[in-house]
């Protein structure tokens, strides 16, 4: 199977619809990736096939859950090689995005990738997100890189706006994790993405009182 037709076969089997020239642009994503992947290891995905499940289709399978109000502000701390963050924007070029990353060569490649793939819905912001301090606040911060809730909530929790949410991306859920999360509501929700034969759930989290979570 081709990038292509696996590109194609995952957004129809995810239900969406995405504008016109998002295809080619996730295509030129993939190519940029390999390219880099020579020099920097701007991701440990090496065959873009594989980055189309792995990166592409994992990011979007996100995108109906996301709680994104009409002119809200998203975030993507810790985005690495921008995931989820790039898919996000391309498949929905009118909200705003901010890409969160500390290591240079990534931050390098990100704002590379930004000017090649003519997201001017993007921004990158290259610092740790522990130290960042925005003017405004995200009403989505969305991550998959860190190992834990607590210690996602710990690093970003100031760059929500008032009714913010935290929203991680992770493999098989620890539900002791979600317990660890007091003064937050949070929700899990399982997921299946296309061409990927793994575990994969989203963790929506609000300030609250109650924690409760939902396969």
């Known amino acids: 199977m081709t990038p292509q037709a696996a590109l194609q076969r995952g957004v129809t089997e995810l239900g969406l619809e995405?504008?016109?020239?998002?295809?080619?642009q996730l295509l030129a994503y993939v190519a940029l990736m390999a390219k880099w992947n020579k020099t920097y290891n701007v991701t440990a995905v090496r065959e873009p096939l594989a980055m189309v499940?792995?990166?592409?289709?994992?990011?979007?399978?996100?995108?109906?859950?996301?709680?994104?109000?009409?002119?809200?502000?998203?975030?993507?701390?810790?985005?690495?090689?921008?995931?989820?963050?790039?898919?996000?924007?391309?498949?929905r070029p009118a909200w705003?995005?901010?890409?969160?990353?500390?290591?240079?060569?990534?931050?390098?490649?990100?704002r590379q990738?930004?000017?090649?793939?003519?997201?001017?819905?993007?921004?990158?912001?290259e610092g740790r997100v522990e130290n960042w301090r925005p003017a405004a606040g995200f009403a989505v911060v969305v991550s998959r890189a860190f190992a834990r809730l607590a210690d996602f909530a710990a690093a970003c929790a100031h760059l929500l706006a008032g009714d913010g949410r935290l929203v991680a991306m992770k493999?098989?859920?620890?539900?002791?994790?979600?317990?660890d999360m007091p003064g937050w509501q949070c929700t899990a929700i399982a997921?299946?993405?296309?061409?990927?034969?793994?575990?994969?759930?989203?963790?929506?989290?609000?300030?609250?009182?109650?924690?409760?979570?939902n396969a």
């Open 53 to 91: 499940s792995q990166h592409l289709l994992d990011s979007l399978s996100i995108l109906a859950h996301l709680p994104m109000p009409e002119g809200a502000r998203l975030a993507d701390a810790g985005t690495g090689a921008g995931l989820p963050g790039i898919p996000l924007a391309i498949a």
């Open 96 to 110: 705003p995005i901010v890409l969160a990353e500390s290591r240079a060569k990534k931050a390098a490649f990100l």
């Open 113 to 125: 990738a930004v000017i090649e793939l003519g997201l001017g819905n993007v921004e990158v912001h």
């Open 171 to 179: 493999g098989v859920l620890r539900r002791d994790e979600l317990a």
């Open 191 to 213: 997921l299946r993405v296309p061409l990927l034969d793994a575990a994969r759930h989203l963790v929506i989290c609000r300030r609250g009182a109650v924690a409760a979570a």
């Open 18 to 24: 995405l504008p016109a020239k998002a295809p080619a």
